[in-house]
């Protein structure tokens, strides 16, 4: 049996009269329309501006200062990817540096250099860091050419120092013990390897000799000399060894270091005295040679035979004549050396000119970092993502005390 209840009847539009929300005025609706066509119309005649600008030759920068400037400023970013370097005067077009090519080539090969277990993404940050190093000291010296091998000295300074510091360790080392090495022709690299053989004389005529007999010459001694030994050794322990002498030492040091083939004498002498075999066994370095023992015996042969006792012969074995670049301007970096203060006086004096330096604008570089902490955040960006990475890289730089407690 159906309700004898019914549901009141709803009030129609006209009973609810006045309770009514009164429709929006035609007026303001049109005038909201209008405003937001000409806002779109005004940024698109912006957009049409800037773009006239831009493609005019050559660009009308005043044009793209006052859009800068002007309300809304350059609008997105994809202008302002365009406009900004057309303000600053930047070729994003311009060639890659002198030599770019080689060096990612050979720092791409360079993976056996970094410690081992080291993960692939920790090291690509390191690898990215070695080609700006390099690129670094060579953009700032033009008069320097690139060699391969360059990279094996650049990344052990990286390794040990950080970015920075590697920076300034290369760019000196490059205009000093390197410096032979960098000239755009092997003339010099040649002269320097000449003083090998005079030392071999002197010290054991019947293994020079035999060598001469077999005219091996002394380009196996080629990347030892170019990279300390630091291509060839696969101990990083060994290596560092080395450039602890070599750093300390006069640059024709690895020269007296390679005549580590009179400690395997005996071995040279047993071997066919032709160029291919001789050539071969002196290319391939023992992994358990004494290595305190040869430092010390390199020591007491730079003793016995300085440079100027061998500077003859070794001119004798080139023409025309030639003198190394790195010999002469030894002399004078000792002296500069020998006046350096404390590392605790420049810190102090570092200090005491920050006040200064902030009150001109707080421009201070960023801290140092250590490639290994960079190499740490880089790790995790593959889990953070985009937003995260500029964050973290934001932290880094202003508080990298704040991430080292995390890593």
């Known amino acids: 049996m159906a309700s004898s209840h019914k549901r009141p009847a709803q009030p129609s539009p006209d009973v609810l009269g006045s309770r009514q929300l009164p429709a929006p005025r035609a007026s303001l609706v049109w005038r909201k329309a209008g405003g937001a066509a000409t806002r779109?119309?005004?940024?698109?005649?912006?957009r049409l501006q800037i773009h006239r600008a831009l493609t005019r030759d050559p660009v009308d920068v005043g044009s793209l200062r006052e859009a800068a400037l002007g309300l809304g400023g350059l609008l997105t970013d994809e202008i302002r990817r365009k406009v900004w370097p057309k303000l600053l005067g930047v070729n994003i077009y311009s060639a890659p540096p002198k030599d770019y090519s080689q060096v990612l080539l050979d720092v791409r090969r360079s993976a056996r250099r970094f410690p081992p277990g080291m993960s692939?993404?920790?090291?690509?940050?390191?690898?990215?860091?070695?080609?700006g190093v390099?690129?670094?000291?060579?953009?700032?010296?033009?008069?320097?050419?690139?060699?391969?091998?360059?990279?094996d000295i650049a990344v052990t300074?990286?390794?040990?120092?950080?970015?920075?510091p590697a920076v300034a360790l290369?760019?000196?080392?490059?205009?000093?013990?390197?410096?032979?090495?960098?000239?755009?022709?092997m003339d010099s690299t040649k002269h320097i390897l000449n003083y090998l053989m005079p030392i071999l004389q002197r010290q054991s005529p019947r293994l020079h000799d035999f060598m001469q007999r077999a005219e091996v010459g002394t380009i196996f001694a080629l990347s030892w000399l170019i990279t300390w030994f630091g291509h060839i050794l696969s101990s990083?322990?060994?290596?560092?060894?080395l450039y602890d002498f070599f750093l300390a030492s006069h640059p024709l040091m690895p020269v007296y270091f390679a005549a580590v083939v009179l400690h395997r004498e005996e071995e040279v002498l047993a071997c066919d005295c032709d160029m291919p075999s001789v050539h071969q066994l002196l290319s391939r370095i023992p992994p358990d040679l004494p290595y305190e023992a040869l430092v010390a015996r390199a020591h007491q042969l730079f003793q016995r035979l300085p440079p100027a006792e061998l500077a003859k012969q070794a001119a004798l074995r080139q023409r025309p004549e030639r003198h190394a670049e790195s010999i002469g301007s030894f002399p004078e970096f000792q002296q500069a050396a020998s006046c350096q203060r404390p590392d605790a006086v420049l810190r102090e004096q570092q200090l005491r000119a920050a006040p200064s330096r902030a009150g001109a604008g707080?421009?201070?570089?960023?801290?140092?970092?250590s490639p290994l902490l960079k190499a740490a955040v880089w790790g995790i960006t593959a889990t953070?993502?985009?937003a995260a990475l500029a964050v973290t890289q934001t932290a880094l730089d202003w508080a990298p005390e704040f991430l080292l407690q995390l890593f």
């Open 170 to 185: 290369l760019e000196r080392l490059s205009t000093l013990h390197l410096r032979d090495f960098m000239d755009p022709t």
């Open 134 to 151: 390099i690129l670094q000291v060579l953009s700032a010296h033009p008069e320097l050419h690139y060699y391969q091998g360059y990279h």
């Open 40 to 46: 779109g119309a005004k940024r698109g005649q912006k």
């Open 157 to 164: 300074l990286l390794l040990v120092s950080g970015e920075r």
């Open 236 to 241: 990083s322990h060994h290596i560092l060894r």
């Open 362 to 369: 707080g421009l201070l570089p960023p801290a140092e970092h």
């Open 120 to 131: 692939a993404e920790q090291r690509q940050v390191l690898q990215d860091q070695l080609v």
């Open 384 to 386: 953070l993502g985009a």
